[in-house]
């Protein structure tokens, strides 16, 4: 044995699948401004995805006081807003993202249980 310890938990059996997937996630977060529940949002974002996407994922955050028309063409109406663009289906967030779970079945990495 190497003495490498074998990773056998949920967030690294799912990195692994997107890599050898090939799914690139483009994720769009939008923003007002850096308030307490924007800057929370970002936190959470990178988090999960670093935690669960490695680095098969590219995140824009958008402020929507600097960029407003980002938000009229994506018909935001409350932030903090993410976007999954790709892969398809598109699909939108809204709030902090403190719920990893739902974050998780959003993105199509965990089952939805019934």
């Given at each position: 044995?190497?003495?490498?310890?074998?990773?056998?938990?949920?967030?690294?059996?799912?990195?692994?699948?997107?890599?050898?997937?090939?799914?690139?996630?483009?994720?769009?977060?939008?923003?007002?401004?850096?308030?307490?529940?924007?800057?929370?949002?970002?936190?959470?974002?990178?988090?999960?995805?670093?935690?669960?996407?490695?680095?098969?994922?590219?995140?824009?955050v958008?402020d929507?006081?600097?960029?407003?028309?980002?938000?009229?063409?994506?018909?935001?109406?409350?932030?903090?807003?993410?976007?999954k663009?790709?892969?398809?289906?598109?699909?939108?967030?809204?709030?902090?993202?403190?719920?990893?779970?739902?974050?998780?079945?959003?993105?199509?990495?965990?089952?939805?249980?019934?």
């Amino acid at each position: 044995m190497t003495g490498k310890k074998i990773k056998t938990s949920t967030e690294e059996f799912s990195k692994v699948l997107a890599r050898q997937a090939g799914k690139i996630y483009v994720l769009r977060l939008y923003v007002t401004g850096m308030t307490p529940r924007s800057t929370r949002a970002i936190a959470n974002v990178k988090k999960l995805c670093n935690q669960y996407l490695g680095g098969c994922y590219e995140l824009k955050v958008i402020d929507i006081h600097q960029q407003p028309q980002l938000a009229k063409g994506e018909q935001i109406i409350a932030t903090p807003t993410l976007i999954k663009q790709l892969p398809l289906p598109l699909r939108k967030f809204i709030g902090d993202m403190s719920d990893t779970e739902k974050f998780l079945i959003g993105l199509d990495l965990e089952a939805k249980k019934s």
